[in-house]
C-alpha cells in the first residue's frame, strides 16, 4: 500500500512569508509526528497527534510554529514569519496507533530552504 | 545530558568487518528502543527494535540491550560498502501522560571497499 507522502518535496521561500507542509499519512494510522532535520543533525521531535486526544506539542520551536491534523488524518505544518533558521528537512511519519513500541513510518520530507 | 546520546563518527570500517554501533540513554523509564538507518539524502527507515535485556539477532544484524546500563547496540556482520549510513537510535519514553520516541543525533558509517 501507499506509504506517507508529504508536499511540496522542496519549498524556497523569502524570510518573513509564512510556510504551509502537508503531510498524509498511512491509511489507518492514528498516530503522526513531525520532525525537523538539520544540515548533518538528528531528528528534532516538534509534535505528536495521537487519534482525537489532544496533541504534544513540547517540541514546537517557537509560537511562529503550528500544526494541525484534520479529520484525524492529514496535517498540516505552518511556519509563521519564516527565518533563515527555520531551514530543514521537515519530516512526517505515522504509526498505526502510537502505543510504545511502534515502528514509525516516514515520508519522504520537504526540504525547506529560506532565502 | 542529551537523551539519547550517540557518536557522531565518522565509523570507517573495511568491507567484511564487523561494524559496531552505540548508544547511550538517560531515561531509566525508557522502555523501547530502535535503530533507523539514514541514507544520505533520504529519510529513515527502521533497521531493528528491541525491547528486553539480551541480544536480537536479524540477518547481518545483531540489536543489544543493557537496561542497567542503559546502553543500546548495534552490529552489523560482514559489513558491505551499501551499509554505508547514518545509523539513528531512537529510545521511546513516557513523558507527561505522551509517549515520545527521542533520536539521537546518528552515527555516520563508512565501509571501505
Known amino acids: 500500500g501507499a506509504g506517507v507522502s508529504q508536499s511540496p518535496s522542496n519549498k524556497v521561500t523569502e524570510k518573513g512569508k509564512d510556510v504551509e507542509l502537508r503531510c498524509d499519512p498511512i491509511?489507518?494510522?492514528?498516530?503522526l509526528y513531525w520532525y525537523r532535520q538539520s544540515l548533518g543533525q538528528g531528528l528534532e521531535f516538534l509534535i505528536y497527534?495521537?487519534?482525537?486526544?489532544?496533541?504534544?506539542k513540547s517540541g514546537l520551536p517557537s509560537d511562529r510554529f503550528s500544526a494541525e491534523r484534520t479529520g484525524g488524518s492529514v496535517s498540516t505544518l505552518t511556519i509563521q514569519r519564516t527565518q533563515q533558521e527555520d531551514s530543514a528537512v521537515y519530516l512526517c511519519?505515522?504509526?498505526?496507533?502510537?502505543?510504545?513500541?511502534?515502528?514509525?513510518?516516514f515520508g519522504p520530507g520537504t526540504r525547506l530552504l529560506v532565502l | 545530558q542529551k537523551e539519547v546520546e550517540q557518536n557522531s563518527g565518522p565509523l570507517s570500517v573495511p568491507e567484511g568487518a564487523i561494524a559496531s554501533l552505540n548508544c547511550t540513554y538517560s531515561?531509566?523509564?525508557?522502555?523501547?528502543f530502535f535503530w533507523y538507518r539514514q541514507y544520505s539524502g533520504k529519510s529513515p527507515e527502521l533497521i531493528m527494535s528491541?525491547?528486553?535485556?539480551g541480544d536480537k539477532e536479524d540477518g547481518r544484524f545483531t540489536a543489544q540491550l543493557n537496561k542497567a546500563s542503559q546502553y543500546v547496540s548495534l552490529l552489523i556482520r560482514d559489513s558491505q560498502p551499501s551499509d554505508s549510513a547514518t545509523y539513528l537510535c531512537?529510545?521511546?519514553?513516557?513523558?507527561?501522560?505522551?509517549?515520545?520516541?527521542?533520536f539521537g543525533t546518528g552515527t555516520k558509517l563508512q565501509v571501505i571497499p
Open positions: 497527534f495521537q487519534g482525537n486526544s489532544a496533541p504534544d
Open positions: 511519519a505515522s504509526s498505526p496507533t502510537g502505543t510504545s513500541g511502534e515502528t514509525q513510518y
Open positions: 528491541i525491547y528486553s535485556n
Open positions: 531515561d531509566r523509564g525508557s522502555q523501547s
Open positions: 491509511s489507518g494510522h492514528t498516530a
Open positions: 531512537a529510545v521511546n519514553m513516557i513523558s507527561g501522560g505522551y509517549q515520545k520516541v527521542t
